[in-house]
């Protein structure tokens, strides 16, 4: 049961600073307990088991992706929450209340309150005595329904990127034990706690250029702790196996000062150091010197990492930017219909499995071309265990060695019956096609893009509100959760060194790479790659901070644009597309000196973005060692 009997508060998004803030920490300990929808919840169980002072869990669950899975789910009877939200309650919940840390998270998506709702039904099935607030953005628009067609939704449809103020908002109104959000800026979830916690106001620019670079790094998840850094045969990224098998999540130490460290749990796997660091400071923020949030525009070019353990690392010299520091806009995503999907795949194996792949793709153009004149622009092609990522060249040599191959055709397509036809001719390969084809799949879907728009803050409204459990001492069942009673399993310390990744062993000496010899990206640096809407951001972080300069001779422009143009050929065979590269790509490649690295954007490169894209990789995440693998020369 939930009691509703508290006050709502509605406010619009302009800035108005907060009355006699109150310093109540010296220091905040901020934790992320997922990173994105997937992320593991026993993760966060061991996070909140292993760091005692934890006073605030933060699950980021929210991509654009997911947030357009969301709004079809709804659109179509199902539910416009996250539906997970349900599994990572019934596991946290227990620990968090008992240890007194607040959740946070924007599982509601843009039904905040539905899952404050199934919250609130979790607590009460555990005997729990909770709150739980909401804070999400209300509209006011007129009309009825939802409408496709290129055409806008209604209120609830749209959703626009809030900041900190919301959930600071309910923080000081409620204290509640759980804060729902909807679409919150990712770094703003993490950031309102500090400001809430140390006092600080929206005037404080400095010190919310701190949180927000805290909050950035933080969303990242175990990206930031060693997840998504391993790579075998890499000198400087070679880990041992074990050392992901207990990765911990990080969290942050944030001082009332702005002093920013930080930390994985003691005993745990993974790594943290300058180089996991570098790599998600650089993560999706497009030009450095003014990434943009809802709060604060912050300058990254200057921030410096300093090792103080193998656990944590201190973060400094992020500040407002130069040019605007706080946005007078906001970031509106207004869900509209980017096409119907239609898809194929089959296999084949064995002696002329490329000639045959290349035989049926052959066969379903020439067959879509006679039933719908004009439509093959539509289909992507790529063959699996060949090129499906887009990242090699079509050299002969490389598919001599192929001998188990699956071809993929993916078309987007502006009417149903076209993504349908597509499927159909696909299947016909069964009976029409070259010998020993096997493993048909086909499907098609409609797609939903999120078109940005800015708007004035003015016209973003948003309301926060309370509802708690009302369980009775005498109805409360005693609850155990064997998981959350165990003790953590920590890596022991002698293990530890046997398990130190290869390349930052103590003591290990970084040189020069070596002048005038071809030698692969890879061994001169590292990288991380990550989208915005059809743009690809990508890091170059040597692993000799003085190579940068001779990096910049060859990473240009021109160098980029070139070995990006495999991304756009629509097909694996050049007979069939030898597509030249697109006019609208453009690269800007910007300097970042805190850290001695290059952060690299691409636009125009990811097919329309992740919400229409026709790749396997549709966030374009394995472009990183796209660029790595590329031959160069030193001077």
Not at 161 to 181: R, S
Not at 206 to 232: K, N, S
Not at 488 to 513: C, D, V, W
Request: hydrophobic content about 35%.
């Amino acid at each position: 049961m939930a009691n509703p009997d508290v006050k709502e508060f509605l406010c619009d998004c302009v800035i108005n600073l907060r009355e006699n803030p109150k310093r109540r920490r010296e220091t905040v300990y901020v934790g992320c307990g997922a990173g994105f929808g997937g992320d593991r919840p026993l993760a966060a169980l061991k996070l909140l088991q292993s760091v005692e002072d934890l006073n605030y869990l933060v699950l980021e669950c929210l991509a654009e992706r997911t947030l357009a899975d969301r709004w079809l789910s709804m659109a179509s009877g199902g539910v416009g929450y996250d539906p997970r939200v349900s599994e990572w309650m019934h596991l946290l919940l227990p620990v968090a209340v008992e240890k007194g840390t607040c959740i946070i998270t924007n599982m509601g998506a843009i039904d905040p309150s539905g899952a404050q709702k199934k919250v609130l039904e979790v607590a009460s099935e555990l005997g729990l005595t909770i709150s739980v607030a909401v804070a999400h953005e209300v509209h006011f628009e007129t009309g009825s329904g939802s409408s496709f067609g290129g055409q806008s939704c209604s209120a609830g449809g749209s959703s626009t990127y809030l900041g900190a103020a919301p959930i600071v908002e309910c923080l000081e109104k409620y204290q509640p034990d759980v804060i729902i959000t909807s679409r919150v800026a990712d770094a703003a979830l993490f950031l309102a706690p500090m400001v809430y916690e140390l006092g600080w106001n929206w005037n404080d620019l400095e010190l919310l250029a701190q949180g927000t670079l805290a909050g950035h790094l933080l969303e990242c998840g175990c990206q930031l702790t060693g997840g998504y850094f391993m790579h075998p045969g890499d000198q400087y990224r070679d880990m041992a196996f074990p050392l992901l098998q207990d990765l911990s999540l990080p969290y942050a130490e944030i001082g009332y000062d702005g002093k920013v460290c930080v930390s994985k749990a003691e005993g745990s796997g993974g790594i943290l150091n300058t180089s996991t660091c570098a790599e998600q400071l650089l993560y999706e923020i497009a030009d450095p010197s003014a990434y943009i949030t809802p709060d604060v525009v912050i300058d990254i070019q200057g921030v410096s990492f300093l090792p103080l353990s193998d656990c944590k690392v201190q973060c400094s010299g992020a500040k407002p930017s130069a040019n605007t520091s706080v946005p007078d806009k906001l970031l509106r995503l207004i869900p509209k219909e980017c096409g119907w999907k239609g898809w194929g795949e089959i296999s084949y194996g064995g002696h002329g499995s490329i000639q045959r792949a290349k035989a049926s793709e052959f066969l379903v153009r020439s067959w879509m071309e006679e039933t719908i004149p004009g439509v093959n622009h539509c289909i992507l092609s790529y063959v699996i265990g060949l090129d499906s990522l887009k990242a090699t060249s079509n050299d002969t040599e490389s598919w001599q060695s192929c001998r188990d191959i699956r071809l993929r055709m993916d078309g987007l397509f502006k009417l149903k019956e076209h993504a349908v036809q597509l499927s159909k001719e696909f299947t016909a390969l069964y009976t029409n096609g070259p010998a020993g084809g096997g493993g048909i799949s086909t499907g098609h879907k409609m797609e939903i893009v999120l078109e940005k728009r800015l708007v004035s803050r003015e016209s973003v409204m948003w309301k926060t509100g309370l509802q708690h459990t009302n369980t009775s001492d005498s109805d409360t069942p005693e609850h155990h959760s064997p998981v959350a009673q165990e003790k953590i399993q920590k890596i022991p310390k002698e293990n530890q060194n046997n398990l130190t990744m290869r390349g930052y062993q103590s003591g290990f000496h970084h040189s020069p790479a070596p002048s005038g010899q071809k030698i692969p990206l890879y061994s001169v640096a590292h990288s991380r790659a990550g989208d915005k809407g059809n743009d690809i951001n990508f890091s170059i972080i040597p692993h000799y901070s003085p190579d940068i300069e001779r990096l910049k001779l060859i990473i240009t422009p021109q160098w980029v644009k070139h070995v990006m143009s495999v991304l756009l050929s629509t097909s694996s065979f050049l007979e069939i597309d030898a597509k030249p590269i697109d006019d609208n790509v453009s690269v800007e490649i910007y300097d970042v000196k805190g850290i001695h690295a290059m952060n690299v954007v691409v636009r125009n490169i990811l097919d329309g973005g992740v919400n229409c894209s026709r790749r396997i990789d549709r966030h374009g995440k394995t472009i990183s060692d796209l660029i790595l693998c590329q031959q160069v020369v030193l001077i």
